[in-house]
């Protein structure tokens, strides 16, 4: 009976010891559709090119001190001038390429590539 009880018991403690199930692990999250991000700095768009997909919103920021604009080439966008800390938003609703310029700095150029 003793016995009995003592095996009851530690199966008890066992079971309580039992790592709690884990939580299963959670399926990946799609990429944050706002994370792509361009970098003005040092009269460049950094990355120069940016390959993102479809629905996704870049924000380019003005880390230099000059000032830049953002210009597609095409004219489906243009930030206006960017003052330092100045940034600017644009969502690619289309795939394609979509090269962009500043029209301050005819070198400076990029390209945000869009799948
Ligand atoms: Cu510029």
């Not at 999250?29 to 040092?42: E, L």
């Not at 795939?95 to 590539?113: D, E, M, S, W």
Request: with cysteine; hydrophobic share 35%.
């Amino acid at each position: 009976m003793c016995k009995t009880l003592l095996i009851a018991l530690l199966s008890l403690l066992l079971l309580a010891a039992q790592p709690a199930p884990k939580d299963k692990p959670k399926p990946k999250a799609p990429p944050t559709p706002s994370a792509a991000a361009v970098s003005i700095k040092d009269r460049k768009f950094t990355p120069e090119t940016l390959t993102i997909k479809k629905g996704q919103t870049v924000t380019w920021t003005n880390n230099d001190d000059l000032d830049h604009t953002v210009n597609a080439n095409d004219g489906s966008f243009s930030s206006g001038t960017l003052k330092k800390r100045g940034t600017f938003q644009y969502t690619f609703k289309t795939a394609g390429k979509f090269p962009y310029n500043c029209k301050l700095h005819p070198r400076q150029k990029g390209t945000i590539v869009v799948e």
